[in-house]
Structure formats: structure tokens, C-alpha cells
């Protein structure tokens, strides 16, 4: 027990370091490749089954689907109410949660989660993650459920950071399984390039708003 606690401070806390001075940081084995491979299945089977629905962009009365914008297919989850394989991402990600919470000062009160399948093709064109209405979410999070991805199966997240004398640069992650992405929604656009294979990820955000009717996330103010 004190073992895991210790590695997953260890995670937490250079996913810490990773934000504080990059804007982002990646985590290999977040999640275990059990762990990853069960919420996978559980991710195809719905899939498979119609219970995906086309995402879009924008919200309320700006929301609209653009297959040249995004081509992916989410379903929401309910973070109170699991699948029951994903139970281990979500225990995990709460205790995240309170750590940044008691060490990061980032007010996280809520999150907003979803199942996202990239099918072979797919893509998100560049983006950032905030409405101009709200600014709730501060961080964005990815885990990624595929195994053996490799390069020449495409579906990279490319983040957009500064570079050197206010140029740009950009970084290109595999999503690989049980790999977390964290960074800033507020200040890193980013894209998904086109996958040469079908893609599974849980994707969402940390947010410093609260739903209506949310109890509060551990470690929130």
C-alpha cells in the first residue's frame, strides 16, 4: 500500500513540474495495460453498439457538427456513476485531482469526461479548449487505450507551444496506452492528427466551476 501511494505521488508530482514549467506533461502507466485493455473493451463494445454520438463544436445555440473541423465520436461519462471498468481511472484521477488541489491551487471542483473514438481517417483540427463565455476549465486531460500504437498509425496529439525569440514550436504525443496528457485549456491549442487506426481515448477536463448539481470533488474551494 505505501508503496503505490509513494509511486502515485511521484506520477502526480511531476505531472506538477510538467505544467508549472512546460504548459504540459505526459505520464506513462496511469493506467495499468489490465486497466487500460478493460476500459478498451468496454469503449469498443458500446461503440459497436451505437452508443456513440458525433461530437461537435461549440455550445447551446453555437454548437454545430463540421466533419472538416472534427471527425471523432464521444460518449459522455458520469464520473459519479462509472463503468465499472473504468473504476481504476477514476479513482486515481480523483486522488490527482486532490493533489494538484493541495499543491497546485487550481480549485478543481468538477470535470467533464467522455469515451473518444477516432475511427481510421478522423481527426481535430486545431483548437483550444475554452468557450468565450466561460473560462471553468483549466486543464485538460487525456488517457489513451490503444496498445502497440505506432508512429506510422498517425493519430498524434500535436500541442503548439512557444518556442525560442516568440516562435513556435510543436510537440507530437503517441497515444499510447495508459499514457496521460495533462495541459493548460486556457493557453495550448492543439490538434489531433489523422488516424491510420481506430483510436480510444478518455478525454475531458478539470474545471473550477461546479455543476448545478455536483456534490464537490475532494480537495475543491
Known sequence: MDIQVQSN?????????GLLTQ?????????SPPEALA????????FE???????????????????NIRGDHIKWLDHHNPPEACLPFFTRLQEMIHY???NLY????????????YPEGAFYKRHLDVFRHTKARKVSIICYLNANWLAEDGGQ?????????????????????????????QSIEHEVLPARRRRYSITGW????????????????
Not at 504548459?23 to 493506467?31: I, K, R
Not at 487550481?106 to 473514438?117: N, S
Request: proline letters at 5%; hydrophobic letters at 40%.
Open 49 to 67: 453498439h451505437g452508443g456513440f454520438s458525433i461530437a461537435g463544436i461549440g455550445k447551446s445555440q453555437h454548437y454545430q457538427l463540421n466533419r
Open 23 to 31: 504548459g504540459y506533461a505526459v505520464a506513462d502507466g496511469f493506467l
Open 100 to 102: 494538484f488541489n493541495r
Open 106 to 117: 487550481l480549485g478543481i471542483r468538477d470535470m467533464e469526461l467522455h469515451f473518444a473514438v
Open 157 to 185: 496529439l500535436r500541442l503548439y507551444l512557444p518556442g525560442e525569440d516568440g516562435t513556435e514550436r510543436h510537440e507530437d504525443i503517441l497515444p499510447m496506452a495508459g499514457r496521460l496528457v495533462c495541459f493548460n485549456s
Open 206 to 221: 478539470l474545471k473550477d466551476e461546479q455543476s448545478l448539481f455536483d456534490p464537490p470533488l475532494p480537495g475543491g474551494y
Open 9 to 17: 505521488e511521484q506520477l502526480f508530482e511531476a505531472l506538477i513540474t
Open 39 to 46: 476500459i478498451l473493451d468496454a469503449s469498443t463494445r458500446s
